[in-house]
């Protein structure tokens, strides 16, 4: 069982590049989410998903773009990236709304932006 | 929306010692508060949460207290092991739902030998 995956692990972007990170997740899991990891500021909330079909706003979600065509599948798009962009990005899901087993995380997509 | 304030951002503590992390949140309505730990390099595991209908829980070394009246809770590790060195994150979530919760910045705890 492989949880949830997260591709690539690492990538190096020029600004103004475009790229996507695939979340894939096989719990049957309703709701995922994406979170970026800077030094000091903890895990913070881009964009979630509580079906497939839908996206919602998190925290910051300035320059980002999401997609969940299929239920296991949550895909977040960089349209044209910038150095602050430069992050660790966590995907996660979990099984209902009460998160009742909590959160399940990806291990994480070191990005680089130049 | 909701904020979640996490103190210390850094813990040294002799091994065997207990630690403390508290954070608060800004919104009343929020019931669920689970704690996160991050090993170098690894992702974030739960490792345990509380809800609002309940003062306190406990599991082993670690037990969570919650205070709604003044909007703080804390985690308390008991007789600390090299092991428990990591970055802890609180988290609440915002408008009593659970489809997505906001973290604190974290706290890096050290174990001393």
């Known amino acids: 069982n492989a949880g949830v995956t997260q591709t690539p692990k690492f990538r190096v972007l020029k600004t103004g590049q475009s790229m996507t990170l695939l979340c894939a997740q096989d719990m049957n899991h309703e709701y995922m989410y994406w979170y970026r990891q800077d030094p000091g500021m903890g895990l913070r909330l881009i964009h979630y998903s509580v079906g497939e079909g839908t996206t919602a706003k998190g925290e910051v979600p300035d320059g980002y773009n999401v997609s969940r065509l299929k239920k296991q599948n949550f895909l977040l798009g960089l349209e044209s990236a910038a150095p602050s962009q430069t992050s660790v990005y966590f995907c996660?899901?979990?099984?209902?709304?009460?998160?009742?087993?909590?959160?399940?995380f990806g291990s994480g997509t070191r990005l680089t932006v130049v | 929306g909701e904020n979640v304030e996490q103190h210390p951002s850094t813990l040294s503590v002799q091994e065997g010692d207990s630690a403390v992390i508290k954070c608060t949140y800004s919104?009343?309505?929020?019931?669920?508060f689970p704690w996160y730990k991050q090993e170098l390099g690894k992702r974030p595991q739960l490792i345990i949460d509380?809800?609002?209908?309940?003062g306190e829980k406990k599991d082993q070394r670690i037990a969570v207290t919650l205070n709604k009246t003044a909007k703080h809770f804390s985690l308390h590790i008991t007789e600390t092991q090299p092991e428990d060195s990591a970055v802890y994150f609180c988290?609440?979530?915002?408008?009593?739902?659970?489809?997505?919760?906001?973290f604190g910045s974290g706290t890096r705890l050290s174990i001393r030998p």
């Open positions: 988290a609440a979530n915002p408008w009593s739902s659970a489809s997505k919760i906001i």
């Open positions: 919104d009343s309505a929020s019931n669920y």
């Open positions: 996660a899901s979990s099984y209902d709304e009460q998160a009742i087993y909590g959160y399940t």
């Open positions: 509380i809800r609002s209908n309940v």
